[in-house]
């Protein structure tokens, strides 16, 4: 079965600095890949998608990720963040082979200092 | 649109109280799905569904029901609740392998 690792449950950085948040998943099958962020109090939104193509995807509000097959990771990259980031962001896989359900990693909350 | 919709936003249950957490949709998404939010564990699959009529168990099954009578709704049914099913739930829709789009949550205390 598929798992997903957020290496960080906490990361704390100042406003302008750069932020890497790490993901790695289990499998070597071809898989879709996610990054939702979850504000406070508030449901999901997709930040990004890697279907297929360019392993350098970019996403909403300035965040992007990189898609590396041989190490299985999926990081979610901005180069200056805003205090407007801090939230919770979710890593997330779907098996094409499991009717496409995603699975979760368990968060890694982005808090952004002035 | 109004894409994904929950009701109740909030609601306490006492142990022992049965209740039914609704969803809909109408973005005409065939794969729906239920989900729970604890603190630390992400979000896990309670049950999902792939058209109507269809509906299978995900990872956190036990204690709840589901159906899909209708492409647009997919409610979850607590039989009897426990104050372990204390949690936000979260239902999702999509089209087959694509993005999910989330709804707002309901936030289920169990007292």
């Known amino acids: 079965a598929q798992s997903v690792t957020q290496l960080d449950s906490q990361v704390p950085v100042f406003e302008e600095a750069p932020v890497e948040l790490r993901c790695n998943y289990s499998?070597?099958?071809?898989?879709?890949l996610f990054w939702y962020v979850q504000y406070p109090n508030q449901g999901l939104q997709l930040l990004l998608k890697?279907?297929?193509?360019?392993?350098l995807v970019k996403g909403i509000n300035g965040f992007e990720a990189e898609f590396n097959k041989s190490q299985t990771s999926f990081h979610l990259r901005k180069p200056s963040v805003h205090i407007s980031d801090t939230a919770e962001y979710f890593c997330?896989?779907?098996?094409?082979?499991?009717?496409?359900?995603?699975?979760f990693g368990k968060g890694t909350k982005l808090s952004v200092k002035p | 649109n109004a894409g994904v919709t929950q009701t109740p936003k909030f609601q306490v249950l006492k142990t022992g109280q049965s209740m039914t957490l609704q969803c809909a949709q109408d973005?005409?998404?065939?794969?729906m799905s239920w989900y729970r939010q604890d603190p630390g564990m992400g979000l896990r699959l309670i049950h999902y569904?792939?058209?109507?009529?269809?509906?299978d168990q995900g990872e956190v099954p036990n204690g709840y029901n589901v159906s899909r009578s209708t492409t647009e709704d997919f409610p979850l049914r607590l039989l009897s609740a426990a104050p372990s099913q204390t949690s936000v739930y979260f239902c999702?829709?999509?089209?087959?392998?694509?993005?999910?789009?989330f709804g707002p949550g309901t936030r289920l205390t169990v007292t």
């Open positions: 569904s792939v058209g109507a009529g269809i509906t």
């Open positions: 999702a829709s999509r089209l087959r392998i694509r993005e999910q789009y």
């Open positions: 890697y279907l297929s193509g360019s392993t």
């Open positions: 499998s070597s099958v071809s898989v879709y």
């Open positions: 997330a896989v779907s098996d094409p082979g499991s009717q496409g359900n995603l699975i």
């Open positions: 973005m005409n998404h065939e794969y």
